[in-house]
């Protein structure tokens, strides 16, 4: 019943949240996608301020002052004017307009999403990333009780100094539910925010539908993203959000006051990661020099979503500019302030500077991660060419500038040494604008103009499409579900589609049946939370065997007995209801206390290829030899406690 009770939290907070934003919203547009990705843009922030604001006084993580403050919003959102348009029938009037086709394809996406749901939760594969820095920065925050603050959750690289939106705001989340299961679901819901985000850009700027849906679909499928739907991972989120800062600005020239909640969504991209800064930088200012040639810029909704974009995202830029002199530290140093820790010094390899090198070791790499976004940044240099139309030039001169700035930025390249090499892979990731940039570069070929642009923009983003597909069935267990799955989903998607299409006509079931959905969708959360490190371990990662081992100590499951990590941290071992913390053990952590904790609970110390960790792991393994034998040891690890 703990799961549920606050699963059902969970749902009054996030309705709360998404009504008081929906009012906000409706100031800006008072109807269309534009108002629900503005809505979406605002609840997230919201969710970040009040866990950002509670955490100031150590309320950050508490489901009673989270969930108190989002309904505080509400009832202050409700002095707004009422919206014209209530979302509900907006809803069921585009519904009841749908064709048969339409309704049928809209459910198959609906089947779709569920089986992600399912599946991801089911198999919470969380990744390197994600277990290692992302999730210990959130149970260290709902154990303190105050997000954004700076823990250690990784040796010898200064992850707390990184930009944290994401984290605070999966927080927000796990705080209130006490369990991992929300973690997929924003996932997904940031995949629908990109995919939506792009449909409605393309047809602010006059796009044909076709090739919209296209665009939507080639990002949203690229292997890179889709395997980030399960962890909490940020590159999806940044590419989201960036294409959310770029559909509102492309609707503000027809609505100024979005310029607002676009600058929001900005906020939320580059607060998640720095590689949405200059794609948002480049819609906004795009933006508002169309906005003032026609309308002029509207300076209160200006102010107020500047002031959020800095609280939401700007906040961690400002920090390190204060205690380290460099607003990108500690990936860039300034001259004049901290140098840049040594172990990334080891491998700050530029693309640029050694292409040939990176694409030898790593073409499989790009060609399996990046897959139809080849085809799209090949389209979109050819593109100019064939459209010879001048905003088909400017959107392929962005493209091509954020490919090159890609390869300029730090780790892109090929580092020296076996254990460092790999590293390159890692940040293929980043490419991730510049895939969304090439998109919209080759979608913009269809509008319009020569048929021969308009017929090699379709066929690349078909493409595209297509090849993301196929790369990401080959990608199989745990990222995507076996193909049979797939086609049950899908059509029976449809098939409930097609039969829902009289009822959903209906205005006096709207909302009874919002309430029946947020009902079922916080039962069926709560039903996954217990069994999540075990689901874990069943997804066969690098970790399953020793988290395996101690899931069947007494003491571990429960919370009871405390764990301490070194070199790195495993967030999974907070366990199913985050009771217990996952510290960091210090580099010059006494001896006779890392003993002590050894008998009162479990050290585990994680081997690992770089030199510099071995080091700190041979130190901590010192202390026990003579003394003690490892309780446990996997590939990878060795646990000393209670056998």
Known sequence: MWALGHHLLLALGLSALAGAALRVASLAAPDGLERALAAAAL????????????????????????????????????RLPPPRVRALDELGEWWAGRSLAGRAAAGALTGLLVLYAAWLTRYPYLGVDGLSYHLPDVVAWVHDGRPGSQNEVLSLIPVQSYPLTHEVLLTWFVSISRSFTPIAPLQLALAAILAVS??????????????????????????????????????????????????????????????????????????????????????????AWAVQRRHGLPARPLALGAAAAVAVGGVWYLRNLVQHGSPLWPLVAAPWGDPQPPFLQRFDVRFAEVPAATLRHHFDDYRRQLAGGLALMAGALAMPLLARRREALAATGVAVALVVAWTLAPYTGVASGPAFSQLAVSTIRYLAPAVLACAVAVALGARGGRRVAQIAAVAALGGALAWNVVEDVRAGFPYVPAVPRLAVALAGGAALGLAAAPLAAIPRLRAPAAVALALAAAAALSAGAGGYVKRHVDTGFDDAAMVAWLLDRPGFADGERPVAQTPNVDGILA???????????????????????????????????????????????????GRAAPAHQSPGYLVYGPG
């Open 575 to 625: 366990g199913d209801r985050l009771r217990r913390g996952t510290p960091l053990l210090s580099p010059h952590e006494p001896c006779q206390r890392m003993r002590r904790r050894a008998r009162d609970g479990w050290v585990v110390i994680a081997t690992s290829p770089f030199p510099e960790y071995e080091a700190l792991a041979e130190r901590a393994v010192a202390c026990f030899q």
């Open 43 to 78: 609840t997230a922030a919201g969710a970040v301020v009040s866990a950002l604001a509670l955490g100031l006084v150590a309320l950050g993580s508490s489901p009673a002052a989270l969930t108190t403050a989002a309904l505080v919003l509400w009832v202050a959102a409700r």
């Open 198 to 287: 792009v449909r409605s850009g393309l047809g602010a700027l006059r796009v044909p539908a076709p090739a919209a849906h296209l665009a939507a679909g080639a990002l949203v499928t690229t292997p890179l993203l889709v395997g980030e739907l399960n962890g909490p991972l940020t590159d999806l989120p940044t590419v989201a959000w960036l294409a959310c800062t770029g559909a509102l600005a492309a609707h503000a020239t027809r609505r100024p006051a979005l310029l607002g909640p676009a600058l929001v969504a900005a906020g939320l991209a580059v607060g998640t990661r720095t590689t949405g800064a200059p794609g948002a930088a480049v819609a906004l200012a795009l933006s």
